[in-house]
């Protein structure tokens, strides 16, 4: 009993004298929590990761986050795949594509959409060229950035329902930044230009726009999605349920802070500050709709870009 009741200033100086001096222990301090590695690109379009880190909501949500940015969606897409990162954002092209040949990939939060008012790119022909429709193009030549991507199948789509057979016309890959030139000089009779390609090219007086090939999918629907695989999900999902409210609620803050986010755009993109406030912004969704991911699915199958019909919904793993 008298051990028991023996004073915790005693026992420290018991303990002095065996041991020497005591390590000092915070009693608060809690174990470090576990790195998460997203991996995105410097597009403004997949720039959540970027937000949500220098906002600081992952550190108001307990998250240890490094994000990595990977050149390419095919590296991100296969750096999630093999274990190199725990979370990725691609395509929803890619991602279908993917999990229609068995790769386990399950959306967990949304990246940018595509709309009307805010379009991820516009078809430019020279100023002086007779193009203005669709039917125009029979025979020509158009650059797109990404052959089998958004933009491929947009420009597609755009042809059909403007009475054009997108086989009679050259739909090929070409660089952003030979676009404008290239129009110019009549090497290609239009090009699918986004940001900040697109701005450089119209001020500089020698294209015009005459379309907004991307809307032709549909007027709103998700470009991409920040994604994991099941089983990264199945063994972690508290951690990635904490990483998805952290990307969606970075895409609502960019949405309302246009000026404040250009400038983290900037710095990752190392373009000067007032070119990129000065450029159409891409909107985040803020939440999942599976009627904005299924029009891009829809259109992908009708023209051979997805191997079968998809189902929005089995991208979120349901």
């Not at 222990?25 to 403004?44: F, G």
């Not at 950035?145 to 739909?171: N, Y």
């Not at 290239?182 to 009779?189: F, H, I, L, P, S």
């Not at 090219?201 to 629907?221: E, K, L, N």
């Amino acid at each position: 009993m008298m051990f028991r009741r023996c004073s915790t200033a005693a026992m420290a100086a018991l303990l002095v004298a065996a041991w020497g001096a005591p390590v000092a222990i915070d009693a608060q301090q809690a174990p470090a929590a576990p790195l998460v590695r997203i991996a995105t690109s410097a597009s403004e379009t997949y720039a959540q990761a970027f937000f949500a880190q220098d906002t600081g909501l992952y550190q108001k949500a307990g998250l240890n986050v490094e994000v990595d940015t990977l050149g390419t969606g095919a590296a991100v897409s296969s750096a999630v795949a093999g274990g190199g990162a725990d979370i990725g954002v691609a395509t929803m092209l890619n991602l279908a594509n993917a999990i229609a040949r068995g790769v386990p990939f399950v959306v967990i939060a949304p990246a940018a959409l595509e709309t009307a008012k805010q379009p991820s790119g516009l078809l430019c022909v020279a100023k002086a060229s007779p193009y203005k429709t669709a039917k125009d193009f029979d025979g020509q030549t158009i650059a797109v950035p990404a052959l089998k991507q958004t933009v491929d199948l947009a420009m597609r789509e755009w042809l059909t329902q403007g009475g054009e057979d997108p086989s009679r016309v050259h739909i090929i890959e070409a660089p952003f930044s030979e676009m404008g030139p290239a129009v110019e000089r009549g090497t290609y009779a239009g090009a699918a230009i986004s940001e900040p390609s697109l701005s450089q090219a119209q001020h500089g007086g020698g294209v015009r726009c005459i379309g907004d090939p991307y809307s032709a999918i549909a007027p709103t629907y998700m470009l991409g999605a920040w994604f994991t695989t099941k089983d990264y999900a199945a063994k972690n999902p508290d951690l990635v349920r904490k990483v998805a409210a952290a990307l969606t609620e970075a895409g609502k803050w960019a949405n309302a802070h246009h000026f404040e986010s250009a400038a983290i755009v900037s710095k990752v993109n190392k373009v000067d500050v007032d070119t990129i406030r000065g450029e159409v912004r891409p909107r985040y969704a803020e939440e999942i709709k599976l009627n904005e991911i299924q029009p891009q699915l829809d259109a992908g199958f009708k023209f051979g870009f997805l191997t079968r019909q998809m189902n929005a919904a089995e991208l979120l793993g349901r």
